[in-house]
């Protein structure tokens, strides 16, 4: 099968790309970002997914498949980037109906659901997406997610995943909990502990294959491993938890070893955001290989990021 | 599972993670019940945790979440009287405009100030279990009707324990 990957470069889209070739697909990649070293059975074309070079992808390959990376982390979003995963998301659903795609794997992200304290604990496909007006950096995110569960009633003919994915941590040291973690010195706001929910790069990006094999249809959540405190994330990570005053935060952040985290970011370290996988689990049979811990010292020992 | 309140509330947040309270939503509460798991709810909600200690021995207003959830789960309802709550923390008042500086709905004061309990005996009663039959339907009557009934028993436990209670 022919699969489009886009956002390919990317940490999580090389894995996925890598896995796809495994199983004898052949990879079409789309990213701005070069992937030098691409194995045999992957090709990347370097260019904006807005731009006619990646519709001329779509017209000259016919390939069956998409997988959609649409996830900006929001720790380094830059201005003009706010509107960059809806305006992509749109573009590649054009290209699928004009070119025929019958299969379609958009993945979100699962902070979608925002943290706030009235949220239940275990969320659900069918909840609405809260809390954005704190976090304004996410609005982009549950914007592309929600306009790619249109592609359902909207594009009926081909089978449309969205996957709403858990924090994702691994040996490549890249992602939005790995920024967090990066440092010796890691801040969370003082009085509270909220869960975290994360799992191995690699089962993120088995977890996508799987979906792919499968022929979703419909949103699911995926996540791995039962969520930890951040305290012990942090502790079993060997750094050390600066526990600040949620007034002093905003003051401390990208000073005195901390790292810079937009101010939104400080919901998610008050409340867990923890998702319910049990509809992506009960159909696809998907199971995590890696636990909590294992993931934990799997980003302990990896390499330095690039 | 406690009140969303304590989510929002720093130190209390964190003891909630930590003792693995998660918040009283009616999410939850449908979550367990369909799990099979035993749950515990108190259906007067704060309202119960306000009342004085002159007051301890009465019921304030029940909800009514918990009689729909036990029809639509199927599942049946003990009732339970608690008896020495009142004693463990002898409220005098509660100050209100404190809580809502604090982002809590009151502050208890007792006689030694601190709302920190007291070592007292508690002592609990269980009722015969009771099978609320309906299809999950009802209207707000009928299921008050529920409510009422449930409460009564309850309050029926918590009379015939005040005796026993006095003696321990």
């Known amino acids: 099968m022919k699969v489009v990957v886009t956002g390919i470069a990317g940490r999580l889209g090389r894995l996925i790309a890598l896995e796809l070739a495994a199983e004898g697909h052949t990879v079409l990649g789309v990213d701005k970002r070069p992937w030098p070293e691409a194995p045999a059975g992957v090709s990347v074309v370097e260019t904006d997914l807005r731009k006619r070079p990646a519709e001329d992808l779509f017209r000259t390959e016919r390939p069956e498949a998409l997988v959609h990376l649409s996830t900006v982390t929001h720790l380094h979003v830059a201005e003009a980037d706010h509107r960059m995963s809806l305006g992509s998301t749109k573009a590649v659903m054009d290209y699928c109906d004009r070119y025929a795609v019958t299969r379609a794997i958009f993945v979100g992200r699962h902070t979608y659901y925002g943290a706030t304290a009235e949220s239940p604990l275990y969320h659900t496909e069918d909840e609405p997406p809260m809390a954005n007006e704190e976090f304004p950096e996410l609005a982009d995110l549950v914007a592309a997610d929600l306009y790619a569960g249109s592609a359902l009633w909207r594009y009926p003919r081909m089978d449309t995943a969205v996957l709403r994915l858990c924090y994702t941590l691994g040996p490549s040291r890249h992602g939005t909990l790995a920024e967090y973690l990066r440092g010796p010195k890691v801040p969370t706001v003082m009085g509270f502990d909220p869960l975290f929910q994360f799992m191995h790069e690699q089962d993120a990006a088995r977890a996508v294959v799987v979906a792919l094999s499968h022929s979703l249809r419909g949103v699911y959540n995926v996540a791995g491993p039962t969520p930890l405190p951040v305290s012990t994330l942090i502790q079993e990570t060997g750094r050390e938890q600066i526990a600040v005053p949620e007034a002093l935060l905003p003051l401390l952040l990208g000073r005195l070893g901390l790292p810079r985290l937009p101010r939104g970011a400080i919901s998610h370290l008050k409340h867990p955001i923890v998702i319910d996988t049990q509809a992506f689990r009960t159909r696809t049979g998907f199971t995590h290989r890696f636990d909590e811990y294992d993931t934990l010292q799997a980003f302990c020992e990896g390499g330095s990021p690039d | ?168």
């Open chain 2, 1 to 168: 599972m406690a009140d969303t309140f304590i989510n929002a509330v720093p130190f209390l947040s964190e003891w909630a993670t930590r003792v693995g309270q998660i918040s009283g939503l009616p999410q939850h509460a449908r979550r367990l019940l369909e799990d099979e798991r035993l749950l515990m709810v108190f259906p007067e909600g704060t309202r119960g945790t306000a009342k004085l200690y002159k007051e301890r021995h009465s019921l304030v207003r029940f909800g009514t979440g918990f009689v729909r959830l036990a029809i639509e789960t199927r599942s049946p309802i003990v009732p339970t009287a608690v008896l020495g709550g009142g004693e463990a923390v002898p409220t005098v008042k509660n100050l209100y405009r404190l809580g809502k500086l604090f982002g809590m709905p009151y502050v208890p004061i007792t006689p030694y100030l601190l709302a920190v309990p007291l070592p007292v005996h508690i002592l609990i009663r269980f009722g015969e279990p009771i099978y609320l039959d309906g299809t999950g339907q009802e209207n707000d009557k009928q299921v008050h009707e529920m409510v009422e009934f449930v409460k009564a028993r309850i309050y029926a436990l918590i009379e015939q324990g005040k005796q026993r209670y006095a003696r321990l």
